[in-house]
Every structure is written in structure tokens, then in C-alpha cells.
């Protein structure tokens, strides 16, 4: 689960202008993509954590912050939780960000898969949202794609990285990956398997890696979709609680065993080598540059994969890295604070002196101030308004036609999970 989805709505856009050129994106340094040049300041809703442009990552940052506070024992604000369920669809999807919702979402709606899943996971962990999280996973369900995954931009080539995230919400939503099955009788697992690159990988190090999507008819190893394929194939959420027993990864390379759980454990054993590859850490060339940087996104993301599928000793080196090298990265960022939370909590460390910060603290500080204990359980809040027709080739069209006005304004791209580029 990379934390820098703020640009993935403006990438994924952007790439279907451009007719997905080959052109590669790598991992950006900053966790969010600059805003859209303004005359005016963005106006952040009062419930919303962060105070950065909400607009490609509104619904994913509040969904991180909320699930971050809800395990290390905080009951987030009552109206932080209104906001996130007040985002939803009548249809169950999410966007990433909607001004108002109040007004019904439509033909025009850009509807964010990655956005609906990371909400199901907030919502369903914090209860009282039953209603709320079955329109989701149906929602999810309904836009499906044949070869059993699913695309950033509902209609679009499937991706690794939304199939994986969306496998993990419907695990913690309750549902069996392997019986969600699309049209042409393809489950959410072969959907997901097919990235991973296989026995014939070169180098043999990239054997276990998945691919965000083939590049040239070819599959390049991706951290980002690794880190969030391992965690799908285990089963597992953004929640990681810490493993009783422990062993290293094994080696990177592929496997023989069929099935989630070895591609999982091949997947692990490439993040163990890749981190051990660059010190401890993942590397990524960034848009602009032509030399690799220290990736602290996807090294976050490998650390909580590693630590989901029993490898904590594998992913030591890098949360130590972790704890001396994240501060001004995360600094007033809940997705990136909320990521750490949960990186602790995968591996037991404590998320209030983590490397000499208190992450907890410093989540709370970035948006409504949690309610005190012993204040009862809110309600939930479900949406009951009648059911919308969403008009998915409308809605693809105004995707391209918004990300054309986007990028003859001018604006930066610095893609997250959703690039085409070699991870180093």
C-alpha cells in the first residue's frame, strides 16, 4: 500500500490523454503531487486530515489516517469519520475527492477504485458502516474486469496495484477473492497473478516481482505493486498485526507452487533483496533525474509487506532506516503518518518514539482533534439515497477530457504505484 496516491488520479488520466505512451514514471521524493495552479488557496473541509490539496487524495489519506488512529487505540473525530462515509456514491464508489458532496455523483463522476477500497477497509474496521461497505464491495464487484482485476480508472486496462488494493478490501470486507469472479469466469486472483513476473525473469532477481502493468509486452518489476500484490495474496489488509513467529525471507527468484500464498512469499523474498540491494532501503529514479534516490514510500510499503508474510527480521535494517530517514518525508502528511503508524504496528515497534518522534501525536495534529476515551462508538452514518445510473463510458470520456485541461495547465506529475518503470 504506497501512501503517495495523491497524484494517481491526475497519472492515471494523464495517461489515458497521452494513449498510454511508454513513457516511465518513477517514484517521486515528496508524498504528494503539486496542486493545480490556483488563484486561490484550496479549501480544505474541517473533518479532512492534511492540509494539502485534497483533490487526488482526499478519500485514501483520511481512509489511512482513520484505520492508523483506530490501531494504536484512538477513536478519530466524529465528524472525520461523517466526512469519509459522506464521500460515498449512492452507487457504493468513491471518488478521490468530492467538494461538494451534497450534490449526487453523475456521468461526470471520476470514480477512483483505489479511493472506494482504502474506504471499505476505514469503514469496515471502524463499524457501524455495514450498510455503507456492502455498496462498496458491490460497487467493486460490478466493475470488475474480465481478466479478473481491476484498473485505477473503471474501463481501463487492469493494473497490479488497484487489483491488489481492491483484493484486500474485500478480504477485510469479508469476501473470498478467489469466488469474486468477472463475466468471463476470471478470479480475483488470476487477475492479480498475472503481473508477477515468473521462472524466467532476467536477472533471476526479479523473479517473485510484480509488474505495475506490461510495458512493451514485457513485465517490469515494480515496488509498489510488490509490496501491495504480497499483502492482497496473503489475504491481508493495510492492518498488520505483528507475526508470532518470524523467519527471514527466503531467496528472490520464482517458485514452483501454484497459488496467492507462494506467489506471496516469492513476492517477499524480491522485496527482501531489493531492500537489501539499496542499503537497507528502495531506490527510484524520480521524474527529472537520471540517478536513483532513496524511495521512502515503497521502503514503508516493503516493510509492512515483509512483516505480513513472517519476514520482520528481513525488513529490520529498513525500518531502522525508517526511523532515521522519514521525519521531513512525513511532516504534516496523515497518509504518510498513518502509513508509519501502521508500519510499526506490523512489526511491534512503538509508533510514539519512532526515531524519535511520536507518529501518533503527530497524525492528531493534522486534522479534528480524536474524541476523548470513554466516548461512546458514533453511530454510522450510511448513505441512503436512491440508486444512480453511473454512464461508465460518459464518465471515461470526462476522465480524458478533464486530464486534457489538466496537463495544458501545466501540472507536475509525480506518479505513486501507477508507473511503467524498472524499480532499482
Known amino acids: 500500500m504506497n501512501i503517495r496516491r495523491s497524484a494517481a488520479a491526475l497519472a492515471a488520466s494523464a495517461v489515458l490523454c497521452a494513449g498510454a505512451a511508454p513513457a516511465a514514471f518513477a517514484t517521486p521524493s515528496a508524498p504528494f503531487a503539486p496542486s493545480p495552479a490556483a488563484s486561490t488557496p484550496p479549501v480544505i473541509p474541517s473533518g479532512l486530515y492534511g492540509k494539502n490539496d485534497p483533490a487526488y487524495d482526499g478519500v485514501w489519506r483520511q481512509s489511512v489516517a482513520l484505520l492508523a488512529q483506530h490501531t494504536v487505540g484512538v477513536k478519530p473525530a466524529k465528524e472525520a469519520v461523517a466526512w469519509l462515509a459522506g464521500q460515498q456514491c449512492a452507487n457504493g464508489g468513491f471518488a478521490s475527492f468530492r467538494a461538494d458532496a451534497s450534490a449526487p455523483c453523475d456521468a461526470t463522476t471520476m470514480y477512483d477504485t483505489n479511493a472506494t477500497a482504502m474506504a471499505v477497509q476505514a469503514l469496515k474496521t471502524l463499524g457501524g458502516q455495514d450498510a455503507a461497505v456492502k455498496k462498496s464491495v458491490d460497487w467493486l464487484k460490478s466493475v470488475q474486469n474480465e481478466d479478473g482485476g481491476w484498473a485505477f480508472v473503471p474501463g481501463s486496462p487492469s493494473d497490479a ?15 473470498k477473492p478467489a469466488e469474486v469472479k468477472s463475466k468471463a469466469g476470471k478470479s480475483a486472483y488470476e487477475g492479480l497473478l498475472a503481473f508477477q513476473l515468473g521462472c524466467t525473469a532476467q536477472p533471476p532477481s526479479d523473479g517473485g516481482a510484480f509488474a505495475y502493468q506490461p510495458a512493451d509486452g514485457k513485465l517490469l518489476p515494480n515496488a509498489d505493486a510488490t509490496a501491495a500484490a504480497t499483502l492482497a495474496a496473503l489475504g491481508k489488509g493495510a492492518v498488520v498485526a505483528p507475526a508470532a513467529k518470524d523467519t527471514p525471507a527466503g531467496p528472490a527468484g520464482c ?36 540517478q536513483p534516490t532513496p524511495d521512502t514510500g515503497n521502503t514503508v510499503d516493503a516493510v509492512i509487506a515483509l512483516a505480513a508474510a513472517g519476514h520482520k527480521q528481513s525488513a529490520a535494517g529498513a525500518l531502522e532506516w525508517l526511523k532515521g530517514n522519514s521525519a521531513q518525508w512525513a511532516k504534516g502528511s496523515p497518509a504518510a503518518l498513518g502509513t508509519l503508524v501502521l508500519a510499526a504496528h506490523a512489526t511491534g515497534t512503538d509508533p510514539k518514539a519512532f526515531g524519535g518522534t511520536d507518529l501518533v501525536s503527530a497524525l492528531n495534529a493534522t486534522g479534528p482533534a480524536p474524541q476523548a476515551p470513554g466516548t461512546p462508538e458514533p453511530s454510522g452514518t450510511e448513505n441512503d439515497k436512491d440508486d444512480e445510473k453511473t454512464g461508465s463510458d460518459d464518465q471515461n470520456i470526462w476522465w480524458m477530457i478533464g486530464a486534457g485541461a489538466a496537463a495544458g495547465a501545466g501540472i507536475g506529475i509525480l506518479l505513486s504505484g501507477r508507473r511503467k518503470k524498472n524499480q532499482l
Do not use: R, W
Open 161 to 175: 496495484n488497484s487489483t491488489a488494493v481492491v483484493i484486500s478490501a474485500l478480504t477485510v470486507a469479508g469476501e
Open 255 to 290: 517458485t514452483s507452487a501454484a497459488g496467492p500464498e507462494a506467489a506471496a512469499q516469492a513476492a517477499a523474498g524480491h522485496l527482501a533483496e531489493s531492500l537489501k540491494k539499496g542499503g537497507d532501503h528502495l531506490m527510484a529514479v524520480t521524474p527529472g533525474s537520471d
